[in-house]
């Protein structure tokens, strides 16, 4: 059983077109991070959220952190063959009781076509 | 500051071989995590050590180990191969400090079992 859920699990789009990836759980995090992902090479961290509600912007890529702390959202403007790549989504549980672990989602599969 | 270094690259074993598998973190951070990244299961936790200590464990046969090391580099070793641990295997560093726990990831070692 996955703790965080991200969906969708393969997203296939045109170059310029608009996208939003999903991470979901019923569990809080203390603080969720995304990640991407190339072939053949390790996942590179994008952003850190950690207050409820916060949104951070990176250039065309808009990250939400969900009011309670439970959900988190990629939002993608104007792709470009260059977002191509795994998402993941990770998520630090209270570090009372699994302190130094992250909880990952399975990935969304991004492919932009020019 | 260098990232995360893991050596060898790929490896190609057969079934029943053991194998060892390096990893130098970003210097001064001292949590190295291990993950297993298959097609069907995704991201998987194997084992994070903090300061030559095992802190967290996933759910592997004992197969798996780990050990790090003074200097925080880490190995992990896997025993009696089989065919199903043919995966990508990827580090991840952090500094562990603060309230946010963010992990920097190597490029993986590229694990064939035959």
């Known amino acids: 059983t996955q703790l965080l859920e991200q969906s969708p699990q393969f997203l296939s789009i045109q170059e310029g077109e608009n996208l939003t990836v999903y991470c979901n759980s019923s569990s809080v995090f203390s603080s969720l991070q995304w990640y991407r992902q190339e072939p053949g090479e390790g996942p590179v961290l994008l952003v850190t959220?950690?207050?409820?509600?916060e949104v951070k912007k990176l250039k065309r890529l808009t990250f939400q952190f969900g009011d309670a702390r439970k959900d988190s959202s990629l939002h993608i403007t104007a792709a470009q063959p260059g977002d191509t790549g795994l998402y993941l989504c990770a998520g630090e549980a209270d570090r009372g009781s699994t302190l130094g672990r992250l909880y990952f989602g399975r990935g969304t599969q991004l492919t932009v076509w020019p | 500051k260098a990232g995360v270094t893991q050596t060898p690259r790929y490896l190609i074993k057969t079934r029943g071989q053991q194998v060892t598998l390096s990893c130098s973190p970003i210097s001064g951070h001292r949590s190295v995590s291990w993950y297993q990244q298959t097609p069907g299961q995704g991201l998987q936790f194997l084992f994070e050590y903090f300061s030559e200590t095992q802190r967290n464990k996933g759910n592997f046969p004992g197969r798996f180990s780990g050990r790090q090391f003074s200097n925080s580099r880490s190995e992990m070793n896997v025993s009696t191969l089989e065919l199903g641990d043919s995966a990508l295997y990827l580090c991840?560093?952090?500094?562990?400090?603060?309230?946010?726990?963010?992990?920097?990831f190597g490029p993986g070692t590229r694990l064939t079992v035959t």
């Open positions: 991840a560093s952090s500094t562990a400090a603060g309230r946010i726990y963010e992990q920097y």
């Open positions: 959220v950690v207050t409820g509600g």
